[in-house]
């Protein structure tokens, strides 16, 4: 697979749902609320930089998909889509 962009909201919720967690699930352990998360995975809200490995720690996101959305919203502030390369 290559390089492909997606919205920031969509991976969170595929690492959620990997994880078997409901958006309850990860919220309580990210002590965020649920309303809160629902934002972030519709893309009604662009999470921070800290907002990401805050959930990342908690889902276990591999450090390369991190190290990729981290380093896209270094280079163009916060924004809604990140690229990276998923690895099977």
Known sequence: MGNTVRPVGDLLREWRQRRHLSQLGLACEAEISTKH??????????????????LAERLNIPLLLLAA??????ANGRTASITCQVIA
Do not use: C, Q, V
């Not at 959305?69 to 270094?74: E, I, P, Q, T």
């Open 69 to 74: 959305s981290l380093a896209l919203l270094s």
């Open 37 to 54: 998360l629902s934002f972030l995975e519709t893309g009604r809200s662009l999470p921070s930089r800290e907002m990401i490995l805050h």
